[in-house]
């Protein structure tokens, strides 16, 4: 209607977010999308309003959707050689973000993005090495230290061997935590 000169953010991270759990060819869209993204950034033909990490969280959702062996109907999806690992590339991601490497004004990881990341090592990382546990806490520690653990990184953080096994007896909540690991939560996501 005129109120936005090119589109926002929020319209590529809804545009992506509709790629999660779709078939063969979503991740291949997706990033197309966020590539898009950052293009018309570099363009200036991007209006930064929202939540600049969004696209990146909603990403990392389409690659916690596959499973290696593919997703149904998928045999093979991330089988081909032309074809990063899925942890491979959400790890890239996960780094990418944290150092803004794409130059985004505003950008930084938030509850959304660390509990995607988390989504994605338990569907890609390997259990039994210890990288697994290492990046578990890595990813536990920033989210503690950026105060964006919301009940959706505690979810997440519960399925972790590791991570539960950390945390004190009987606690049943990310609010149960110092306020300091919640701090930059909205009230609706605690």
Known sequence: HGEVPYPDIQAYNLAILAHVGRGKDALGSAKGLLNGMLTEKREQKLTVSGNPC???AALLSVVASYSKQGAEGDAGLWDTEDEEDPYDFA???YDQVLENTFELDGLVAD???YASFLRCLLAHGKPQEVTFDTMAGRVWDHACEAGQVSRL???QAQKIPSLKDS???GQRMATDLPSSSWRNVDRRWR
């Open 91 to 93: 790890l890239r991601m």
């Open 54 to 56: 969004a696209p990146f």
């Open 167 to 169: 945390f004190p007896a």
């Open 111 to 113: 509850h959304h993005f």
């Open 153 to 155: 990184v505690w979810e």
